[in-house]
């Protein structure tokens, strides 16, 4: 099962990004290896639109849950139509590598 | 332990906080609770005049598990209607379209789509889950 973590940067020691569209990079985690890999997110400095994009995004990678610090409505309701869990976390100091201990343990 | 009970899907909650009878004398009685998923059975079965077993698979629950909630809603009401009871709405075990759930261990709040059957947070695996009621 793949799990989306919005991060600030692209490594594990990058900082959790609260935005869900406009975050920085997406982190992708296999729930079976805990490897994380890392995809820049286009829409970052989009002028509207992004939280869509980025729900699409969500969809074609096939992601079964997302965690970031808040969705918009149209991407809340993007996710939920394609069965993506959305989980909301304030961890706004956390490091992505903190939440993937969190998950996998 | 009693087997938990699987939440019931409710698209829409009731546009009522209840219902009161007029033009009785006796005043006081306690009330009669009508949950949402009770309300939503008989909106299902009489209003959109489904069949048990669709309106089963509708509330995510057995055909049987859909009659039984069917059956109890008709008693409190029948129940309401003679002894001139007050109806009230209340939530019971209900899952509400976009309903957010709340970890109390680790406090991240969650949805639950319909393909998770697994009631735990999605972060820590807690069970200390609860809804988030709006």
């Known amino acids: 099962m793949k799990t989306v973590i919005t991060s600030k940067g692209n490594n594990q020691n990058a900082s959790f990004d609260l935005r869900f569209g406009r975050a920085g990079w997406f982190c992708v985690v296999d729930d079976a290896s805990g490897k994380p890999s890392f995809i820049e997110n286009e829409q970052a400095d989009a002028t509207g639109g992004a939280g869509v994009k980025a729900a699409e ?16 409505p149209k991407a809340k309701e993007l996710l939920e139509k394609f069965n993506i869990q959305m989980v909301i976390i304030q961890g706004e100091n956390q490091s992505i590598k903190e939440i993937i201990s969190q998950l996998i343990n | 332990m009693p087997r938990r009970k699987r939440l019931r899907k409710v698209v829409a909650p009731p546009g009522f906080k209840g219902y009161k009878p007029y033009g009785n004398s006796q005043k006081n009685k306690p009330f009669v609770e009508l949950l949402y998923e009770e309300y939503e059975a008989i909106k299902l079965a009489d209003y959109d005049l489904l069949n048990h077993l669709e309106a089963s698979r509708l509330m995510g629950v057995s055909r049987p598990t859909f009659a039984r909630i069917y059956e109890s809603a008709r008693r409190k009401l029948a129940n309401a209607l003679v002894e001139t009871r007050e109806i009230r709405s209340v939530f019971g075990n209900a899952r509400l379209e ?24 999605p972060l820590c695996r807690s069970l200390q889950i609860e809804i988030i009621k709006t």
Do not use: N
């Open chain 1, 57 to 72: 995004k969500m969809v074609e990678l096939g992601v079964q849950k997302v965690i970031s610090g808040d969705f918009g």
């Open chain 2, 98 to 121: 976009g309903t957010w759930y709340i970890c109390r261990e680790c406090h991240a709040r969650f949805t639950m789509p319909d393909l998770k059957r697994d009631q735990v947070c």
